[in-house]
């Protein structure tokens, strides 16, 4: 089901009753980029640690936007019936400093070939804004100094002032016109800049894009801006403002267990978009995360130890352990997978594949993490499994896994939110020494070894370099392809050895 902006706020007291009632929240994200080109050094290294990649990362978040947020509310009763939910979101501009975000051309065309809408995102997104945003809101709405950020709402406001102006300077006092096709936050906006320019005027909203203005006297103004109407109108404002924020406010309230894959990109956007910029340190953010989001489960982290502990194919993408999950007979001996079935006027999904529509990505990943949960459940067990297990019992299999968020290409393995990221546990460092080839840089000595496999290189002096694999098999390729050549002797990395700063204490 899509959600824009226009039918937002009347999905909002459904979506709080289901998320209530809720298993469990699955998520997914479309971003307008993922790695700024233009930072240096701004790509994956298998060389960062946690908090060198949290740098990074919180760089690229700060750049980019989101434009899409699949929901998919997950709730159990003896099947799991889920309501999938797609939001177009766009950056709140009513009333705070004007947002400027990066498109990566990459991103865009990668959605486009996936028929992702544009349109519905700059024209129905809905705003959204974090705690920062929100206070210097509330400021401006107590002290009346209103700004119109972008040049398009000028353009609103102005037609709107040159209406009522016109109109007012023969008006008696009482009279009313009306103010037609103001299409949502315009409704709200033009309140409060006409109330500002104009001491004698006073509005209030009809529905159906309509706004009527009153004139009156500076005393009768004086009583209404006091009165509880006016009370509720800021209220209406700040609910209108923060958007989707509400809703995230909704599912932190809740702390219903919240499933992503590959979700660390999607908790910093959560964390800097909805409740407060990213801060400078890298625990500080794994404090908020913990406290916002007791309960963490990355698919990608749980279907690895799937992988290892059934006879289940290596594939790498969400859609393809989805698929490998509903047609492989992984579970000869234990019962059927839990039935998954999806609610009336969200069932597009069961019978078409959108892939990279967020909605669609969030079912597959709560549908992966429920068979993934039961192929566990049936290996832990002697006893036999009930053919519908609650979700409650799928957490206790699942308990090693909670709160251990994939980590792509780095330091560790995983990201620990509720303790201390676990020790690295990779192939040996190599150590690349060149004889006889002056001036090697960085990305040659890359382009030497792609040809084999994959490595990050990185320079440890001035004819020496250190490479990183995530592949056993590739350290030992390498090893022996290289044992005789004669300008590039490749060895295991000894810290004692060929650390710089220990050869140097040694001399």
């Given at each position: 089901m899509e959600v824009g902006a226009e039918g937002f706020a009347r999905s909002l007291p459904r979506l709080r009753?289901?998320?209530?009632?809720?298993?469990?929240?699955?998520?997914?994200?479309?971003f307008t980029g993922l790695h700024s080109t233009s930072l240096q050094n701004n790509e994956p290294s298998l060389f960062d640690s946690p908090a060198e990649r949290y740098v990074?990362?919180?760089?690229?978040?700060?750049?980019?936007?989101?434009?899409?947020?699949?929901?998919?509310?997950?709730?159990?009763?003896?099947?799991?019936?889920?309501?999938?939910?797609?939001?177009?979101?766009?950056?709140?501009?009513?009333?705070?400093?004007?947002?400027?975000?990066?498109l990566s051309a990459s991103s865009i065309r990668f959605l486009s070939h996936y028929g992702f809408d544009y349109n519905k995102?700059?024209?129905?997104?809905?705003?959204?804004?974090?705690?920062?945003?929100?206070?210097?809101?509330?400021?401006?709405?107590?002290?009346?100094?209103?700004?119109?950020?972008?040049?398009?709402?000028?353009?609103?406001?102005?037609?709107?002032?040159?209406?009522?102006?016109?109109?007012?300077?023969?008006?008696?006092?009482?009279?009313?016109?009306?103010?037609?096709?103001?299409?949502?936050?315009?409704?709200?906006?033009?309140?409060?800049?006409?109330?500002?320019?104009?001491?004698?005027?006073?509005?209030?909203?009809?529905?159906?894009k309509k706004v009527m203005v009153k004139k009156v006297s500076p005393?009768?103004?004086?009583?209404?801006?006091?009165?509880?109407?006016?009370?509720?109108?800021?209220?209406?404002?700040?609910?209108?403002?923060r958007g989707f924020t509400n809703l995230f406010q909704i599912l932190v309230k809740a702390k219903k267990p919240l499933v992503g894959h590959n979700m660390l990109m999607d908790l910093m956007h959560l964390h800097d978009k909805f409740y407060r910029p990213l801060p400078e340190s890298y625990e500080e953010f794994k404090r908020n995360i913990h406290n916002l989001f007791p309960v963490i489960i990355?698919?990608?982290?749980?279907?690895?130890?799937?992988?290892?502990?059934?006879?289940?194919?290596?594939?790498?993408?969400?859609?393809?352990?989805?698929?490998?999950?509903?047609?492989?007979?992984?579970?000869?001996?234990?019962?059927?997978?839990?039935?998954?079935?999806?609610a009336s006027g969200c069932s597009r999904y069961a019978e078409k594949k959108?892939?990279?529509?967020?909605?669609?990505?969030?079912?597959?990943?709560?549908?992966?993490?429920?068979?993934?949960?039961?192929?566990?459940?049936?290996?832990?067990?002697?006893?036999?499994?009930?053919?519908?297990?609650?979700f409650s019992q799928y957490l206790t299999v699942l308990a090693e896994h909670v709160n251990k968020v994939n980590f792509i290409r780095g330091g560790v393995s995983s990201i620990n939110f509720s303790g201390e990221d676990a020790p690295c546990r990779r192939p040996p460092a190599l150590v690349?020494?060149?004889?006889?080839?002056?001036?090697?840089?960085?990305?040659?000595?890359?382009?030497?070894?792609?040809?084999?496999c994959r490595f990050d290189v990185r320079r440890l002096s001035k004819n020496q370099f250190i490479l990183l694999s995530n592949k056993y098999k590739h350290v030992r390729l390498v090893l022996r392809d290289y044992r005789n050549?004669?300008?590039?002797?490749?060895?295991?990395?000894?810290?004692?050895?060929?650390?710089?700063?220990?050869?140097?204490?040694?001399?």
């Open positions: 009753r289901r998320i209530l009632r809720a298993a469990f929240v699955a998520l997914d994200m479309e990074k990362a919180k760089q690229s978040v700060q750049r980019f936007t989101l434009v899409q947020l699949g929901k998919d509310i997950f709730s159990f009763n003896f099947r799991y019936m889920v309501h999938s939910y797609n939001f177009f979101l766009f950056p709140s501009t009513l009333g705070i400093r004007d947002v400027e975000f990066t995102f700059l024209k129905d997104g809905i705003p959204y804004m974090n705690e920062v945003q929100e206070k210097s809101l509330r400021q401006h709405l107590v002290a009346g100094t209103w700004k119109v950020c972008s040049n398009a709402d000028r353009e609103v406001m102005k037609k709107a002032i040159d209406e009522v102006t016109s109109w007012i300077a023969t008006a008696k006092e009482e009279d009313t016109m009306i103010l037609q096709d103001l299409n949502g936050y315009y409704m709200l906006e033009v309140q409060l800049v006409l109330r500002q320019a104009l001491e004698n005027v006073w509005m209030e909203p009809l529905g159906d005393e009768r103004r004086q009583l209404l801006e006091n009165s509880s109407y006016e009370h509720c109108q800021k209220k209406l404002i700040l609910l209108f403002a990355d698919t990608k982290t749980v279907t690895k130890s799937v992988q290892k502990k059934c006879l289940f194919p290596r594939v790498s993408s969400l859609s393809e352990v989805y698929a490998v999950l509903c047609s492989s007979n992984l579970n000869p001996k234990g019962p059927p997978c839990p039935v998954i079935a999806l959108c892939p990279h529509e967020a909605g669609y990505d969030a079912f597959l990943c709560g549908s992966v993490l429920l068979m993934s949960a039961h192929l566990l459940l049936c290996r832990s067990t002697d006893d036999a499994v009930k053919a519908e297990p609650s690349v020494h060149v004889r006889g080839w002056p001036g090697l840089t960085e990305r040659e000595i890359y382009q030497e070894f792609k040809a084999h050549n004669p300008h590039l002797q490749v060895s295991v990395y000894r810290h004692w050895r060929h650390s710089p700063s220990v050869n140097c204490l040694l001399q």
